[in-house]
């Protein structure tokens, strides 16, 4: 490997709002998988597949690393317990659930709903309110957001209706709010040796409940469209967004890194342009613009919330 290409990939490495664009950009495409197969795959076993494929490919990456850190990760088996459940078993597993009775653009609103949720746990938890500019900058971002979501219809709307799978989708979003906030108390253990650790775990977690979809009758088909589902989910937005976002976390903090969940609806709109041949229309650039605002905005906080995560793994 050349010394340029080391360099570039120290650089995206250290880079945490590219990072957490590609974190984000693999999660849009989450969705839209979900809604594709949903009500074909069986959620439970969509996500266990998931997290044991993924953790399968990893696993003689991380090997040496997990048998260096064993003895930290047994010390924090508490967080990381929670890690695993709150971001690895509940929330794919539900949002999965949800996107079978929902459709997917609902599910990429409620999920922008999770930046306010990871501010509300850290005020709560850390005692860190958020400063006022913080506060602009995420009602910048949902008006961009929300600019996306009606379609350039922000006072009209799309006449959402809120379903069962919208309410599951929010549980979801709720869990994962804990999950980003509970990352900045993780031991210091290598990167790999966390993502095998939580997804193992999680997909432990998930066992007995795809035992009981398997014994009503649901098992995912094997068809060219939902093996190819359970290799993306697995790959992208296992291993290559979870990588990208525990080190955004890492580098600018659980609150200004929330705020890139607001580009979900805006990766998604152009997902759907560039692999369904959907149009994509002047909000969706408009909304992108807005939430780029939005990220700005509270991104000049961002001095202080990173300096509050000096000397605490994230």
Same mark, same amino acid.
Request: aromatic share 8%.
């Given at each position: 490997?050349? $010394?340029? #290409?080391?360099? !570039?990939?120290?650089?995206?490495?250290?880079?945490?709002?590219?990072?957490?664009?590609?974190?984000?950009?693999?999660? $849009?495409?989450?969705?839209?998988?979900?809604?594709?197969?949903?009500?074909?795959?069986?959620?439970?076993?969509?996500?266990?597949?998931?997290? %044991?494929?993924?953790?399968?490919?990893?696993?003689?990456?991380?090997?040496?690393?997990?048998?260096? =850190?064993?003895?930290?990760?047994?010390?924090?088996?508490?967080?990381?317990? +929670?890690? $695993?459940?709150?971001?690895?078993? +509940?929330?794919?597993?539900?949002?999965?659930?949800?996107?079978?009775?929902?459709?997917?653009?609902?599910?990429?609103?409620?999920?922008?709903?999770? /930046?306010?949720?990871?501010?509300? %746990?850290?005020?709560?938890?850390?005692?860190?309110?958020?400063?006022?500019?913080?506060?602009?900058?995420?009602?910048?971002?949902?008006?961009?957001?929300?600019?996306?979501?009606?379609?350039?219809?922000?006072?009209?709307?799309?006449?959402?209706?809120?379903?069962?799978? =919208?309410?599951?989708?929010?549980?979801? +979003?709720?869990?994962? @709010?804990?999950?980003?906030?509970?990352?900045?108390?993780?031991? /210091?253990?290598?990167?790999?040796?966390?993502?095998?650790?939580?997804?193992?775990?999680?997909?432990?977690?998930?066992?007995?409940?795809?035992?009981?979809?398997? @014994?009503?009758?649901?098992?995912? /088909?094997?068809?060219?469209?939902?093996?190819?589902?359970?290799?993306?989910?697995?790959?992208?937005? $296992?291993? !290559?967004?979870?990588?990208?976002?525990?080190?955004?976390?890492?580098?600018?903090?659980?609150? #200004?890194?929330?705020?890139?969940?607001?580009?979900? /609806?805006?990766?998604?709109? %152009?997902?759907?342009?560039?692999?369904?041949?959907?149009?994509?229309?002047?909000?969706?650039?408009?909304?992108?613009?807005?939430?780029? @605002?939005?990220?700005?905005?509270?991104?000049?906080?961002?001095?202080?919330?990173?300096?509050?995560? =000096?000397?605490?793994? @994230?």
């Amino acid at each position: 490997m050349t $010394s340029e #290409r080391v360099g !570039v990939l120290s650089w995206i490495y250290a880079s945490g709002p590219l990072l957490l664009c590609v974190a984000v950009l693999g999660w $849009s495409g989450n969705f839209v998988v979900g809604r594709l197969v949903g009500g074909q795959v069986p959620p439970v076993q969509l996500a266990l597949a998931r997290w %044991v494929i993924a953790g399968a490919i990893l696993l003689p990456f991380a090997w040496r690393h997990l048998r260096a =850190d064993a003895r930290r990760l047994r010390r924090h088996w508490r967080v990381l317990t +929670v890690l $695993s459940v709150t971001g690895v078993a +509940v929330f794919n597993t539900l949002v999965y659930r949800g996107l079978e009775t929902t459709t997917a653009v609902n599910g990429l609103l409620l999920q922008s709903v999770c /930046p306010v949720l990871i501010i509300v %746990v850290t005020a709560l938890l850390h005692r860190e309110p958020p400063r006022a500019v913080q506060l602009v900058g995420l009602v910048v971002s949902l008006a961009g957001v929300w600019l996306v979501i009606t379609r350039g219809e922000p006072f009209g709307g799309l006449g959402l209706r809120v379903t069962v799978g =919208d309410l599951w989708i929010l549980l979801a +979003v709720a869990s994962y @709010a804990v999950y980003t906030v509970a990352l900045r108390s993780r031991p /210091p253990v290598h990167p790999l040796s966390l993502l095998v650790v939580t997804f193992g775990a999680g997909a432990l977690v998930l066992l007995p409940f795809a035992a009981v979809e398997v @014994a009503g009758g649901r098992t995912i /088909p094997l068809t060219p469209g939902a093996l190819a589902a359970v290799a993306y989910v697995a790959v992208i937005p $296992s291993i !290559v967004s979870y990588a990208c976002f525990n080190r955004g976390v890492e580098l600018i903090g659980g609150a #200004r890194a929330g705020q890139f969940l607001h580009l979900m /609806p805006v990766f998604g709109a %152009v997902l759907a342009f560039v692999f369904v041949g959907e149009r994509l229309w002047w909000f969706h650039l408009v909304g992108a613009a807005i939430i780029a @605002a939005g990220l700005w905005l509270s991104g000049r906080s961002g001095r202080r919330v990173r300096s509050a995560t =000096d000397g605490k793994p @994230a």
